[in-house]
């Protein structure tokens, strides 16, 4: 018989004990993670990455000492010192400005979700997953969110786009390839990738990786929230 997969290795910062207990539990039960530390405050978070060296790590956002953006600060320094490790930021809100600052550095390997995916367990599944490849998500709840807000912006990029280009730029958001868009849409690749061309050129990206575009589509949402001047 063919040897199982390699559970991933996973350090879980939450300051809530109860919560960082239940989705420690929730984890390993699934059979697909071995928790190997599980901490409370951003500090320890960093000592444990240290010591233990894990495929990925799931961080709330707002953790002692001051309760602000110690996870976001967290995710930054970790994937500095060690690109190969994924960070999973878990927010109780979804609130914009807190997703431009975790990704205004860079997105591989980082991925922005509502902390309710804890009970969702195939999605926080999959984010650890992503991430652990270098890749990113951000939640298809806020990216919702956003997209309400923006295009009720009339000077804001996404006034810009058609209906169809938005439709394909929420499945973007969602981590999804052209393929799967193009599955999930009812429509041809080919179709697909040329709206995909079409948002890229009308949100002005610069040629880079085909992932940073795709994401860097998504933090155009972040950067004209509707109280902001373009």
Excluded at 95 to 110: S, V
Excluded at 135 to 149: H, K, N, Q, T
Aim: glycine content about 6%; overall charge negative.
């Amino acid at each position: 018989m063919p040897d199982a997969p390699a559970r991933m290795r996973i350090v879980i910062a939450e300051d809530h004990y109860l919560v960082r207990e239940g989705t420690r539990r929730l984890l390993e039960d699934t059979g697909e993670v071995d928790v190997i530390a599980a901490v409370g405050t951003a500090e320890e978070l960093l000592d444990a990455v240290e010591r233990f060296r894990p495929d990925a790590v799931i961080a709330d956002i707002r953790m002692p000492p001051n309760h602000h953006t110690e996870g976001i600060t967290a995710a930054h320094t970790i994937r500095a010192s060690h690109p190969g490790i994924g960070v999973v930021v878990l927010s109780q809100h979804a609130n914009e400005q807190y997703a431009f600052d975790l990704f205004q550095q860079g997105t591989n390997g980082l991925a922005y979700l509502l902390k309710e995916r804890i009970g969702e367990l195939e999605e926080l599944l999959r984010a650890l997953r992503e991430v652990a490849a270098g890749r990113s998500v951000i939640d298809p709840r806020i990216v919702e969110v956003l997209v309400g807000s923006h295009i009720r912006t009339v000077d804001a990029p996404l006034a810009q786009l058609t209906r169809r280009e938005l439709d394909v730029l929420r499945q973007m958001a969602q981590g999804k390839n052209n393929r799967n868009i193009a599955e999930s849409l009812s429509l041809s690749e080919s179709t697909i990738e040329k709206h995909v061309n079409s948002t890229f050129s009308k949100l002005g990206l610069v040629e880079e990786s085909q992932l940073h575009r795709r994401v860097t589509a998504v933090l155009t949402y972040l950067r004209y929230g509707p109280n902001r001047a373009p």
